[in-house]
């Protein structure tokens, strides 16, 4: 702060003999010296300038919720690479670390060319989950080793010290972590006063705590996880035994996997960190189904799983034990994990199926929305798919174009309710802005890489409107933290009723062409009721026997055609031999 002070030294300081005045000095003695160290620790950070602080974030808001090109650019906040643990892999999965809003984990996985991967199928491969400090963008804050790749993971929502992850073998492992690699505690003795690792310290690592029985776990690669609410509890065969509301802050006990093998395999953490301790204990799925094909009984291979927490059934019944799913074709699928089985059939856990997103490749990305809970978001590499709970086909398809490159993932935007973010292989985030336009992307923005997007995921931690980070993997072993612009952080005034009357307009487009499409079908069916009627009246009538009236008719008209036949006959020769 620029400032000057004047004064006159005649009354500055007045040279009076009063112990009044010596007292003053005293106290004003002690009291710097008792604020001394304060005074300069305050100096010395008003010292330290951020160049990266926008000065102008946070003077306004704005009223309109459209996305201007000029301010929406997307800064690089970090960049994480590492030349030993990520060089020539793919960041296949990114979570940040529960309570914290600088520490983030990725998975690293071989990103093998076609015949490399053939040749290594099926052999255990040395795998490594990173766990990254914003302070230090050079080396790993924690290395968690396991023993083949893993394809996905996620905190445990009950103690974040427990982290549960998917392997390619289709196993579940588990790991326990300390607040110091969790970056909750700090490590005295491997940082030093500038907060950076010493050289020569070893990089913390930690082991799995327990892995999962090969033979009782998935057949392929694990490809989605997913958590079930704490207030439900679970019986034989994965039917809800209990269902209590006031229970809904406890303990979250059951988790679904699901992998290529077509299986939904629902497993009881609880009896797991009970059996920690014990060394003869043996982890197995407390249910398993299989799903097949409908039209050909095949596996139904599958990609991600999402609860459904508040479905009712037609008499208005909760259900509890209903999921949606993806597969690698790109469906959807809605199914219920507790169905049950008939006299002489095998029980139907897939209820409905929508096809219209099939491209005969893996879904990619499928999230739920945070303002909207029952509207779904699908990302194949084609387009991307908005679903609403309830309706038997999709409100809204994403347009596609020969000069756009593929999707690659997708998310919601956590604060803004009309904006998703897609990733593209090329390497560019595709912003879409319900609130702006719908047919195309509002904005693309470019990730700093050439390379394509591999996951994707938001710091759903501290206070979003005042800044937010998104979390990008690529292909080639780069983990980049964008700061998202404020004005894809903060939502405008009205944006959220404005989304609403958007899907609700779409849902009331679809509601209105299922409504047609049924009448049609049932003025086909009439007409078609009618004419068949119709034929059988006529069938009716040549059935029945003629009256003397009608066969002396038929009798005459017989003759006249006979007298006809025979007037043609002679007109005919009489042409042949040119007497007319």
Request: proline share 4%; aromatic share 10%; with cysteine.
């Amino acid at each position: 702060m620029n400032k000057s002070t004047q004064y006159s030294p005649d009354h500055f300081l007045r040279p009076k003999a009063d112990a009044k005045i010596d007292n003053k000095i005293d106290e004003l003695s002690a009291f710097l010296l008792a604020v001394s160290n304060s005074v300069e620790e305050a100096l010395q950070t008003n010292e330290t300038v951020d160049i990266f602080q926008e000065e102008f974030r946070n003077l306004g808001d704005e009223e309109t919720a459209g996305i201007s090109k000029s301010d929406a650019n997307m800064d690089e906040h970090r960049n994480f690479y590492d030349v030993t643990y990520t060089k020539g892999k793919r960041i296949e999965w990114v979570e940040w670390v529960p309570n914290s809003t600088d520490m983030i984990a990725c998975a690293c996985c071989e990103d093998l060319p076609f015949a490399k991967s053939i040749e290594t199928a099926g052999k255990a491969t040395q795998s490594t989950v990173l766990i990254w400090s914003f302070g230090d963008t050079l080396v790993p804050h924690c290395i968690i080793h396991a023993p083949w790749e893993v394809t996905t993971f996620k905190f445990y929502p009950s103690d974040e010290k427990y982290l549960i992850g998917g392997l390619s073998s289709g196993q579940i492992i588990i790991w326990k972590l300390s607040d110091a690699d969790l970056g909750h505690a700090v490590r005295d003795k491997n940082k030093n006063k500038g907060g950076e690792q010493e050289k020569g310290v070893p990089i913390p690592a930690v082991t799995h705590k327990h892995i999962a029985l090969i033979d009782e776990c998935h057949r392929k690669a694990v490809t989605g996880l997913e958590f079930l609410p704490g207030e439900i509890e679970l019986g034989r065969k994965g039917h809800v035994s209990r269902w209590d509301s006031a229970s809904r802050d406890s303990a979250v006990r059951y988790f679904l996997s699901v992998a290529g093998d077509g299986q939904v395999l629902i497993w009881d953490m609880q009896a797991l960190l009970e059996g920690l301790t014990d060394n003869e204990f043996v982890w197995r799925p407390m249910h398993r189904l299989q799903l097949p094909r409908q039209d050909s009984g095949t596996e139904m291979s599958l990609c991600h799983i999402l609860y459904c927490r508040n479905r009712t059934n037609d008499k208005g019944e909760p259900m509890r034990t209903n999921f949606f799913a993806s597969t690698e074709e790109g469906e959807l699928i809605f199914g219920d994990w507790a169905a049950s089985a008939g006299e002489d059939r095998k029980p139907d856990y897939v209820k409905k199926m929508f096809t219209v997103s099939k491209t005969f490749r893996p879904m990619l990305s499928l999230e739920r929305s945070k303002f909207f809970p029952d509207i779904l978001l699908g990302v194949t590499d084609w387009a991307f798919y908005l679903w609403k709970d309830g309706l038997d086909e999709h409100i809204f398809q994403s347009s596609y174009t020969a000069f756009q490159s593929s999707f690659t993932r997708g998310v919601w935007s956590p604060t803004r309710p009309s904006v998703i973010f897609l990733g593209l292989a090329s390497g560019g985030i595709d912003i879409w802005d319900f609130s702006d336009q719908s047919h195309k992307a509002s904005l693309s923005e470019s990730s700093g890489s050439s390379t394509a997007i591999s996951s994707m995921s938001f710091l759903l931690h501290g206070d979003h409107l005042q800044e937010q980070y998104l979390a990008v993997g690529t292909a080639h072993g780069h983990l980049h933290v964008f700061a998202v612009p404020k004005n894809l952080v903060k939502p405008a005034g009205r944006e959220l009723d404005t989304m609403r009357k958007f899907l609700d307009h779409e849902v009331e487009r679809v509601t209105y062409l299922q409504g047609r499409r049924n009448e049609l079908v049932e003025l086909k069916e009439q007409l078609e009721k009618e004419a068949q009627r119709a034929l059988d009246g006529q069938a009716e009538e040549a059935d029945k026997p003629l009256d003397s009236g009608q066969q002396d008719q038929a009798k005459q008209d017989a003759a006249d055609e006979d007298v006809y036949q025979k007037l043609e006959a002679e007109c005919l020769e009489l042409l042949k031999t040119g007497a007319v």
